[in-house]
């Protein structure tokens, strides 16, 4: 998947990410996170063994939500 130039620019920003997992019982975990780009790949920190690894580890599928100061011409 090809990433915008809008949406590198926002991830290379200081802007702090939500990541939502999700818990072995299928209920969301949110998570405050830095992330960046490793080419392609949107890539986050983590500081020790966390729930968001352990759920990563046993459900891949995850949502990023970056919040932008800018709003688009339909004011999102």
Known sequence: MTIPDSARALINSNALAHLITLNEDGSPQVTLVWV??????????????SQK???IRN?????????SSTRSDMGL
């Not at 459900?59 to 919040?67: F, G, H, K, S």
């Open 53 to 55: 690894v352990h759920n």
């Open 59 to 67: 459900d891949d599928r995850v949502a990023i939500n970056i919040e």
């Open 36 to 49: 960046g780009l490793d080419g392609d790949d949107v890539v986050i920190a983590h500081l020790a063994e």
